[in-house]
Every structure is written in C-alpha cells, then in structure tokens.
C-alpha cells in the first residue's frame, strides 16, 4: 500500500477544502462551498480555521460596492501536506543522470517506463475494464497527482493539478520524460502530446490524447 500522507490526517472537509483549491487553482469562499456541497457560513469557518493553521491564504478580489470577496489559495505549507516524492537524494541522482550520455539515459527511461507499468498494471487494468482513460485516472490518483479527465474537441485532455515529483523535476526532466511514455504506452491508439509543463511555469502538468472517439464512461 502507498504511505498515507499528512493531508489524510486533516479533517475530511478541511482535506476536501484543500483538493478543491488545488484543483480550481484558487476559488472564492462560494466556489468552495459549491465544489465542496458546504454552506458558504460552515465553507468561511473551515478556510479561517486553515488560515489560522497557515495552510491557505487569501487575496482581495477587485469588485464594486458591496462586502469585499477574496480568493483563497494553498500555502506552501500546505502544499507540503500532498504526497510528496522529492528527496534530497532522488533530486541528486537525477541531476547527475542528466550529463550522462544520450544512451544512458535512453536505456534508463526506458527501465523506469517498463518498471512503473508493472508496478501499477493492477490498478490500470482494473479501470481500463471501462477505458484505457479511466485506468490512467485510477493508477495517478493513488499516485497522488490529483488527475482531472475531460473531452476537448481536440481528443481527451488529461489534467495533473499534483506532481508528487515537483521538487526532483526542478533538477532534472528525466522522470517528465518517463511519464509521458508511460501515458504513450497506455494510450496504445492514441497521439499523445504535453500541452502544459509546470516546470516551464505553467500551473499544472497537461497532456491531450488524440482519440477517434471519447472513450465510454470518461465524460
């Protein structure tokens, strides 16, 4: 079984007020109360009560006459509280494996994509009973990656609101690299392409499948 991480000892709603802001990128108290079926009085009590322990913050919202809105957003520290994979260690040995030659590279993505396939292939296989999309959703959710699947008129556009890896990606693009293969590989009929790249500034991590059809029970 994967750790459990500091977000799932956090009150459920509190846990589920953090995944909202995660997933909207920020949100007003009434976007929260909305996402999370709270009242907007007991959704302003919970992300005062996060305030106070520093996990969000907010920000005013430009608006006219009227009690002043603000957007709330995920701290740092509250960010750290997600499943994280970045050690010290990992970071280092991925930058070191950078200047190596093309060729080690090549041969070490290739046994992390092969490797990270039979380690989930369990899972995957279970949700590719409905779609191969649907299996990649379960495997990055137990992963941590916080996954969002939606049709585009372009294909099936696949979301990652979490890198678990952020802090070993800022040194090295070698597991960017893996995973996207990884999703190639799973999307067997599929052009696969990366539409947006945290750490090339984007706010999340975004891939676009480019199917005949939208796979049954995705939408």
């Given at each position: 079984m994967p750790p459990i991480s500091p977000l799932h000892l956090l009150d459920p709603t509190r846990r589920a007020i953090l995944v909202a802001l995660r997933r909207l990128?920020?949100?007003t108290v009434e976007e929260v109360a909305a996402h999370c079926f709270l009242s907007v009085g007991a959704a302003r009590q919970h992300l005062q009560s996060l305030e106070d322990q520093g996990l969000v913050a907010h920000e005013p919202l430009r608006q006219g006459p009227?009690?002043?809105?603000?957007?709330?957003?995920?701290?740092p520290q509250g960010e750290s509280l997600f499943p994280r994979l970045d050690h010290e260690a990992l970071a280092n040995l991925l930058a070191a494996l950078e200047a190596e030659p093309p060729e080690l590279r090549e041969r070490l993505i290739?046994?992390?994509?092969t490797t990270t396939i039979d380690q989930y292939r369990a899972e995957f296989e279970r949700g590719a009973r409905v779609s191969p999309a649907r299996g990649v959703v379960e495997v990055m959710d137990r992963a941590g990656y916080l996954p969002e699947l939606r049709e585009t008129p372009e294909?099936?556009?696949?979301?990652l609101h979490h890198c678990p890896l952020a802090e070993p990606v800022r040194r090295a693009r070698l597991l960017?690299?893996?995973?996207?293969?990884?999703?190639?590989?799973?999307?067997?009929?599929?052009?696969?392409?990366?539409?947006?790249?945290?750490?090339?500034?984007?706010?999340?991590c975004?891939?676009?499948?480019?199917?005949?059809e939208f796979p049954p029970g995705d939408g």
């Open positions: 990128g920020g949100a009227g009690r002043p809105r603000h957007r709330y957003t995920v701290t290739e046994h992390l994509v294909g099936v556009a696949l979301t960017c690299e893996a995973e996207a293969r990884c999703l190639a590989a799973a999307f067997k009929t599929a052009r696969v392409s990366r539409i947006a790249f945290r750490p090339e500034g984007d706010p999340t975004a891939y676009l499948f480019e199917l005949r």
